[in-house]
């Protein structure tokens, strides 16, 4: 789904960068992606967006204990 219409920005694109390259703020993501610079529409859903990859980002990281055992 698009998150930035302004920066053709998705979700994926967001899950990524947290994911890859840590970033944890809607700030980073302007920096980084462009999110929330131009029109400024996109800030309220790239912040929830955030949330949830960095949820994720969070559970792959306390599953790869269990994955390197097996
Ligand atoms: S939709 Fe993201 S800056 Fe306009």
Redesign the pocket.
Known sequence: MY?????N?TDSDIHRVVREEGVCTVRQLGERL??????????KC?KEVLREARQCARAEQACHPLMAAA
């Open positions: 998150v930035c219409l302004c920066h920005v462009g999110v929330a610079t131009q029109c400024g529409k996109c800030g790239a």
